[in-house]
C-alpha cells in the first residue's frame, strides 16, 4: 500500500497562518525569527546552576566586564551572557552588562539554637552572609580562635518565609555540633529557585 505524499507546500503555508493569526511576525512563525525577536515558544525554564558560570557571575560583581569575568571562569563570553540574562542577575546599560540584585533562592546550612538547619533565603545578600559566617565557624573549629566568630554576635538570618534565626556563635555549642560529625562548609549554598 502506497503512503499519501505529503504536501509540504500547504503545510509550511498553515503554519505560518496559524503563527499570524497568533500576533507573530512571518520569521516568528516560521520558526527563524530576526535578531530581537523572540521564538514562537517561549523557553522560560531557568538554566541549570552552573559553578563556572556562577564564578564568572562574581566576578562581574566585583566589577569586572563581562568579557574579563568571562575569561577568568575558563568560560566563553557567549555563554556567560546568556547564563546571565536567562537567571535575570544582568541588564544591558550605557553599552555595559550591570549586575542588578540577585533575589535568586539559595538552600544554606546555618547553626542556630544549638542545631545544624537548611534553610532557604532568598537572595544573594543573605547567602553571603551566611556563607561568611559558615567560614568564620569551620576557622573558628581550625584555630580555635574565638574573635573569629566576634562580628556574628547577634547577626540574624531570615528565610523565604519570614522566620529569623540568630547565627549561633557559642563556642561550647559549635563544638558540640563539630563533635556529632556536623562539617560547617561541605556546601555553601545551593541555588533552588
Do not use: C
Not at 560583581?61 to 547564563?83: C, F, I, M, Q, T
Request: positive net charge.
Amino acid at each position: 500500500m502506497a503512503r499519501k505524499k505529503r504536501d509540504y507546500k500547504a503545510e509550511y503555508r498553515r503554519r505560518i497562518e496559524r503563527g499570524l493569526s497568533k500576533g507573530q511576525t512571518r520569521s516568528q512563525a516560521r520558526g527563524h525569527p530576526r535578531s530581537g525577536e523572540g521564538h514562537a515558544s517561549r523557553r522560560t525554564s531557568t538554566p541549570r546552576y552552573d559553578r563556572r558560570l556562577e564564578e564568572g557571575l562574581k566576578e562581574m560583581r566585583r566589577g569586572k566586564s563581562l568579557k574579563a569575568a568571562a575569561r577568568s571562569a575558563h568560560v566563553a563570553p557567549e555563554r556567560l551572557r546568556n547564563y546571565a540574562t536567562q537567571t535575570g542577575v544582568v541588564r544591558k546599560e550605557r553599552r555595559r552588562w550591570v549586575v542588578m540584585d540577585d533575589r535568586r533562592q539559595r538552600q544554606v546550612q546555618i547553626f542556630s539554637g544549638g542545631r545544624a538547619m537548611t534553610i532557604v533565603v532568598p537572595g544573594y545578600a543573605e547567602a553571603e552572609l551566611v556563607g561568611r559566617y559558615m567560614a568564620a565557624v569551620g576557622e573558628f573549629l581550625r584555630t580555635n580562635n574565638a574573635s573569629n566568630l566576634r562580628p556574628f554576635v547577634g547577626e540574624r538570618v531570615a528565610d523565604v518565609n519570614g522566620k529569623t534565626y540568630l547565627l549561633e556563635t557559642r563556642p561550647n555549642i559549635l563544638y558540640r555540633l563539630h563533635a556529632l560529625g556536623v562539617e560547617p562548609f561541605e556546601q555553601v549554598y545551593r541555588i533552588v529557585g
